[in-house]
């Protein structure tokens, strides 16, 4: 391995392995995946800090890395355009540039690391040993040579890299988040507040809503035109061949479904079952003092839980007799839920609790009947279309229309006009595949064959693009009528609310207007059903005693804070979020530090970055 002479002493530990795992991580993934091995060109650095140059391939390295690494995440490849677009390019040199500051800096100091402590890095690294189970020079050799780098290399960046650890860690370290700060947080955190909630609906009106005019209707209508106007959309003609368009008219015959029913005889002939949970002792003996416990008014959670086990450790599921072995008998004996036991099972004696029974089932061959042939035909139906494609792709080819395809091929014309973002799509549009089609159809295109999920075929044709357009009120007139007499309900109940408030501060009860919500000790962020996410900041800024009306979509209510629990200073579950907290604070307190460190470093020393070789770079990847 190459040498340095500098024989400075480390403290090892956690921190050593997570840079040398850093390292390997670059050397395993950073050059594979893209088709990068090396850079090749004139070029050896895109730019230097201080004295120190940021190298072409560790460029290449950390930014395939990264594209790795994003890749992974996203589950397919990422083009350099895309990585680029999402600034992926910039944060990977960012990080190179403080990196590379930091090594001016100890270059600049004089810090280093010695070849021991490299050379223990390096032999004790899990990607460097071999079949034996220790360092082996061969695997060490291949490893690097798939990476292209040589030992020096390696071992440079590897000394840079943990003389680097021992620097940001003198600078980051030894930070203690203060108490006044660790206590603000656990204060705010940790407060509980317990309210009451009086929920108004269109019941609590003195009467309903009436019934706009059409005068009014027609004036909402158009007042808010853009809430009933119709989306751009693809006019589309398509014409398709569905399995269950022709299903129906696919022969079957008895035999074949007696067959199928007999092979499938499992699905509709069930023997009763039993719900049940196996609870395993390692001994006869504590088995059936565990039982004993049970009897003497101990509950089976509790036993469970003593166990270190969770109910859903033990459970078994829905099981047979069968297959419950030889404490078959003893739990299909119950005839309701209780505990038997203690009885033999596979990993010992056990106690089984049976939670329900479920009775056998029988269905007979003339009910699943409809079933097997709709099933049957279907398959025949895809088979038919699966033999017809070539004949609709050969059609489509010498220049065959859709109205030909339904002519003769039996294929059902239609068209749509097509909403890429539709909420709901409905018809042929529920398809995935249509949809990728239609978004993909410009117009003057070819109709091409699209194979579906289910085995049809469709082809289609973009007729015209239909710019946003307004729906005509009579078409939309009950979507109007909904829409104006949810905003007419809202503020009468809001009305209503201000008039309940009014009554409940001139000393009436806020329960005499109708049943409350009651909510106690609720955390900032709890959860209340059906309720805006405005509510428990609005609560949370409420005095003891205040009534607000809180209003949503779809929800009035009128809410009044019944008390607020401070943070419980004491108690192991205090002293435990105290200490997360603190932890977090001295967390972003040492990376505060170490950025603006690293930032003052990196301006004293001077970037110079050459673009054209990052160009260059990036050109590679492409």
Same mark, same amino acid.
């Given at each position: 391995?190459?040498?340095?002479?500098?024989?400075?002493?480390?403290?090892?530990?956690?921190?050593?392995?997570?840079?040398?795992?850093?390292?390997?991580?670059?050397?395993?993934?950073?050059?594979?995946?893209?088709?990068?091995?090396?850079?090749?060109?004139?070029?050896?650095?895109?730019?230097t800090v201080g004295h120190r140059d940021i190298t072409v391939n560790r460029y290449v390295r950390a930014l395939q890395a990264e594209l790795n690494a994003f890749s992974a995440q996203t589950g397919q490849p990422v083009p350099m355009s895309q990585a680029v677009a999402l600034g992926l390019d910039r944060q990977v040199l960012q990080s190179l540039i403080a990196q590379t500051a930091m090594d001016n800096e100890a270059d600049?100091?004089?810090?280093?690391?010695?070849?021991?402590?490299?050379?223990?890095?390096?032999?004790?690294?899990?990607?460097?040993?071999?079949?034996?189970?220790?360092?082996?020079?061969?695997?060490?050799?291949?490893?690097?040579?798939?990476?292209?780098?040589? $030992?020096?290399?390696?071992?440079?960046?590897?000394?840079?890299?943990?003389?680097?650890?021992?620097?940001?860690?003198?600078?980051?370290?030894?930070?203690?988040?203060?108490?006044?700060?660790?206590?603000?947080?656990?204060?705010?955190?940790?407060?509980?507040?317990?309210?009451?909630?009086?929920?108004?609906?269109?019941?609590?009106?003195?009467?309903?809503?009436?019934?706009?005019?059409?005068?009014?209707?027609?004036?909402?209508?158009?007042?808010?035109?853009? &809430?009933?106007?119709?989306?751009?959309?693809?006019?589309?003609?398509?014409?398709?061949?569905?399995?269950?368009?022709?299903?129906?008219?696919?022969?079957?015959?008895?035999?074949?479904?007696?067959?199928?029913?007999?092979?499938?005889?499992?699905?509709?002939?069930?023997?009763?079952?039993?719900?049940?949970?196996?609870?395993?002792?390692?001994?006869?003996?504590?088995?059936?003092?565990?039982?004993?416990?049970?009897?003497?008014?101990?509950?089976?959670?509790?036993?469970?839980?003593?166990?270190?086990?969770?109910?859903?450790?033990?459970?078994?599921?829905?099981?047979?007799?069968?297959?419950?072995?030889?404490?078959?008998?003893?739990?299909?004996?119950?005839?309701?839920?209780?505990?038997?036991?203690?009885?033999?099972?596979?990993?010992?004696?056990?106690?089984?609790?049976?939670?329900?029974?479920?009775?056998?089932?029988?269905?007979?061959?003339?009910?699943?009947?409809?079933?097997?042939?709709?099933?049957?035909?279907?398959?025949?139906a895809r088979r038919v279309i699966a033999d017809q494609v070539e004949t609709i792709d050969d059609a489509l080819a010498g220049g065959a229309t859709l109205e030909d395809l339904a002519r003769d091929q039996g294929m059902t014309l239609g068209s749509i006009d097509f909403v890429a973002d539709a909420p709901a799509p409905e018809g042929i549009a529920a398809y995935p595949k249509f949809r990728q089609a239609a978004m993909a159809? &410009?117009?003057?295109?070819?109709?091409?064959?699209?194979?579906?999920?289910?085995?049809?075929?469709?082809?289609?044709?973009?007729?015209?693009?239909?710019?946003?357009?307004?729906?005509?009120?009579?078409?939309?007139?009950?979507?109007?009528?909904?829409?104006?007499?949810? $905003?007419?309900?809202?503020?009468?109940?809001?009305?209503?609310?201000?008039?309940?408030?009014?009554?409940?501060?001139?000393?009436?009860?806020?329960?005499?207007?109708?049943?409350?919500?009651?909510?106690?000790?609720?955390?900032?962020?709890?959860?209340?059903?059906?309720?805006?996410?405005?509510?428990?900041?609005?609560?949370?800024?409420?005095?003891?005693?205040?009534?607000?009306?809180?209003e949503g979509p779809g929800f009035t209510a009128l809410v009044r804070l019944d008390e607020v629990n401070a943070a419980d200073p004491e108690g192991d579950d205090a002293t435990a979020l105290k200490g997360a907290i603190a932890a977090r604070v001295q967390q972003a307190i040492s990376q505060d530090a170490l950025t603006l460190y690293s930032n003052a470093l990196t301006s004293e020393a001077g970037i110079s970055l050459d673009?054209?070789?990052?160009?260059?770079?990036?050109?590679?990847?492409?």
């Amino acid at each position: 391995m190459a040498k340095d002479t500098d024989d400075t002493a480390r403290k090892k530990g956690k921190g050593s392995q997570i840079v040398i795992f850093g390292l390997l991580a670059m050397l395993v993934l950073g050059l594979g995946g893209f088709g990068i091995t090396n850079f090749s060109g004139g070029m050896t650095a895109i730019g230097t800090v201080g004295h120190r140059d940021i190298t072409v391939n560790r460029y290449v390295r950390a930014l395939q890395a990264e594209l790795n690494a994003f890749s992974a995440q996203t589950g397919q490849p990422v083009p350099m355009s895309q990585a680029v677009a999402l600034g992926l390019d910039r944060q990977v040199l960012q990080s190179l540039i403080a990196q590379t500051a930091m090594d001016n800096e100890a270059d600049r100091i004089g810090l280093s690391v010695g070849d021991e402590t490299v050379a223990t890095e390096v032999t004790r690294a899990p990607a460097f040993q071999g079949t034996a189970g220790s360092f082996d020079r061969e695997t060490y050799r291949f490893a690097l040579d798939r990476a292209n780098m040589t $030992e020096a290399e390696f071992e440079a960046d590897l000394r840079a890299d943990l003389a680097r650890q021992l620097f940001t860690g003198a600078i980051s370290g030894g930070f203690v988040a203060p108490a006044a700060v660790t206590d603000a947080f656990y204060a705010y955190i940790a407060e509980r507040r317990g309210f009451s909630m009086l929920r108004l609906t269109a019941a609590d009106l003195a009467a309903p809503v009436a019934d706009p005019t059409d005068e009014v209707l027609e004036a909402y209508y158009t007042d808010n035109i853009a &809430r009933f106007t119709a989306p751009e959309a693809k006019r589309i003609t398509y014409a398709s061949l569905l399995p269950e368009a022709i299903a129906a008219d696919q022969p079957v015959d008895d035999a074949t479904l007696r067959a199928l029913y007999q092979d499938r005889i499992g699905d509709f002939v069930q023997p009763e079952k039993r719900l049940v949970e196996r609870l395993v002792y390692p001994s006869q003996e504590e088995a059936e003092a565990a039982k004993a416990r049970l009897d003497a008014g101990e509950t089976f959670e509790a036993l469970v839980a003593e166990r270190g086990l969770t109910l859903d450790d033990i459970d078994l599921g829905d099981v047979s007799k069968a297959d419950l072995g030889p404490a078959g008998d003893a739990v299909f004996a119950l005839t309701g839920p209780g505990v038997v036991g203690p009885l033999e099972s596979d990993f010992g004696p056990a106690l089984f609790r049976m939670n329900a029974v479920l009775a056998a089932q029988e269905i007979s061959f003339e009910d699943a009947r409809p079933d097997l042939a709709m099933e049957i035909q279907g398959d025949a139906a895809r088979r038919v279309i699966a033999d017809q494609v070539e004949t609709i792709d050969d059609a489509l080819a010498g220049g065959a229309t859709l109205e030909d395809l339904a002519r003769d091929q039996g294929m059902t014309l239609g068209s749509i006009d097509f909403v890429a973002d539709a909420p709901a799509p409905e018809g042929i549009a529920a398809y995935p595949k249509f949809r990728q089609a239609a978004m993909a159809a &410009r117009e003057g295109d070819f109709p091409e064959a699209v194979l579906l999920d289910d085995g049809g075929v469709v082809a289609l044709r973009l007729e015209e693009i239909v710019p946003p357009t307004p729906i005509p009120f009579e078409t939309a007139r009950a979507d109007v009528l909904a829409a104006w007499r949810a $905003e007419a309900t809202a503020r009468a109940l809001s009305d209503r609310a201000v008039e309940i408030k009014a009554a409940v501060e001139g000393g009436e009860a806020l329960g005499a207007f109708g049943i409350l919500d009651r909510t106690a000790r609720i955390s900032r962020d709890g959860f209340v059903e059906n309720t805006p996410a405005t509510l428990l900041p609005a609560v949370f800024q409420m005095q003891p005693g205040e009534l607000r009306v809180i209003e949503g979509p779809g929800f009035t209510a009128l809410v009044r804070l019944d008390e607020v629990n401070a943070a419980d200073p004491e108690g192991d579950d205090a002293t435990a979020l105290k200490g997360a907290i603190a932890a977090r604070v001295q967390q972003a307190i040492s990376q505060d530090a170490l950025t603006l460190y690293s930032n003052a470093l990196t301006s004293e020393a001077g970037i110079s970055l050459d673009q054209t070789a990052i160009n260059a770079v990036h050109a590679q990847f492409n």
